[in-house]
Structure formats: C-alpha cells, structure tokens
Antibody
Framework: QVQLVESGGGLVKPGGSLRLSCAASGFSFSDYYMIWIRQVPGKGLEWISYISSTSTTMYYADSVKGRFTISRDNAKNSLYLQMNNLRAEDTAVYYC??????????????WGQGTLVTVSS | EIVMTQSPATLSVSPGETATLSCRASQSVYNNLAWYQQRPGQAPRLLIYGASTRAAGIPARFSGSGSGTDFTLTISSLQSEDFAIYYCQQYNNWPRTFGQGTMLEIK
C-alpha cells in the first residue's frame, strides 16, 4: 500500500537550516506530483510547496518563497525540503503528500505521518 | 489567494445524529473542493473531492454538496470515530488553500 515516511525534523535555532526527507513506497513515485504541507500544532493546514513528477515545475507559498527549496529523486523514491533561514513561525509538523488526478480533479490523496520542526533559541 | 472560511468552528452533536459543516470560498472554485478528516495525532485523510464524490473507502454516511462558493459536508448517523476535525480545501487555484477547520465534538 502507499506509504510516505517523513524524517529530518528536530530543534533548530532561528536562522538555521534543516533538510526534510520523505521516503515513498507502494506506488510508482515518478508518476505523481508531490507536495509539502505544514501544520502549526493545534492549528490549521498550510500548503507550502509543490513539485511536478519530473521536477520541471515547482511552486511555493509566499511564506516560504526564497527560503525553502523542494526537490525529489525519482531513482530513490524520495522527496526533500531544504529549509534555510528558519524562523520561529516555521515551527510546525511538516507533512509530505502525494498528488493525484481523479477524473481531472487534482488531489492530495495520501499523506505521511509528519515530522515536527521546532525553531527556537 | 482564495480564502476558505469554515463554520462553525466547533460543532457539538450526539452520536447517531447528523452533523452539517459549512465551507465558503472567497471566489468561485466551481466544484474543485475537497474535504479532509483529521483525527487526533493523525495525518489528514481525504474524504470527498469534486465537492460531492467520496474517496475510496469512505462510508456512505459522508456526503458533500455545493458548487461555486458554498459547500456543505453532511455526516449522518454519527459514529464515535467521526468525532474529529474537518477541513475543506480548494484546488481550483494555486496556492491551494484550506479552511481553518471545524472540530466535531461529542455532545
């Protein structure tokens, strides 16, 4: 079955960097676009980044543009999020999710369990 | 950016009864609207897409309706596992945006 496992979260100081990974299994990773979404503990969901199946197109939320970089390695079935210049407001659980098309509808149909990033001095 | 507004923030309903959750978009998203369920400590799970189509494995007691800017998620015959937070999300435009969520709690 589809499995997405995030890793790389932890405690980092403001201005620091962190690289998140998402290991995918149970499906043909290279056929799907992927996204990162974050959730401040106890709060709502915020989409932050998108990457197409072949890495030709990436999108970012304004809140992370210029600081975060999404990438993927289809040979390793892995998705990444490089996070630089981290701020306290980046503290959240970060989820990777698979993007899929259902009859023209573009959906996030499978999610990982998330990895917590805490930005604090 | 399309702003999604959900109401109410918290809904108290007894098991076996029906819950009705609302979602409004700041501009038309046609039927490009999804609903997700998030149980405590878990990742969100896709329930509904296309405003009214249930995702695979979702029970028939979950139904969605609406188009344009106003949408509704109805959960009938509430069971204990249905008490969770529900989010609507538009996928008509980038950035994809979510509502702030409705917490469905046991009355």
């Amino acid at each position: 079955q589809v499995q997405l496992v995030e890793s790389g979260g932890g405690l980092v100081k403001p201005g620091g960097s962190l690289r998140l990974s998402c290991a995918a299994s149970g499906f043909s990773f290279s056929d799907y676009y992927m996204i990162w979404i974050r959730q401040v503990p106890g709060k709502g969901l915020e989409w932050i980044s998108y990457i197409s199946s072949t890495s030709t197109t990436m999108y970012y939320a304004d809140s992370v543009k210029g600081r975060f970089t999404i990438s993927r390695d289809n040979a390793k079935n892995s998705l990444y999020l490089q996070m630089n210049n981290l701020r306290a407001e980046d503290t959240a659980v970060y989820y990777c999710a698979r993007g899929n098309y259902y009859g023209g509808h573009s959906l996030f149909d499978s999610w990982g369990q998330g990895t917590l990033v805490t930005v604090s001095s | 950016e399309i702003v999604m507004t959900q109401s109410p923030a918290t809904l108290s309903v007894s098991p076996g009864e029906t819950a009705t959750l609302s979602c409004r978009a700041s501009q038309s998203v046609y039927n490009n609207l999804a609903w997700y369920q998030q149980r405590p400590g878990q990742a969100p799970r896709l329930l509904i897409y296309g405003a009214s189509t249930r995702a695979a494995g979702i029970p028939a007691r979950f139904s969605g309706s609406g188009s344009g800017t106003d949408f509704t998620l109805t959960i009938s015959s509430l069971q204990s596992e249905d008490f969770a937070i529900y989010y609507c999300q538009q996928y008509n435009n980038w950035p994809r945006t979510f509502g702030q969520g409705t917490m469905l709690e046991i009355k």
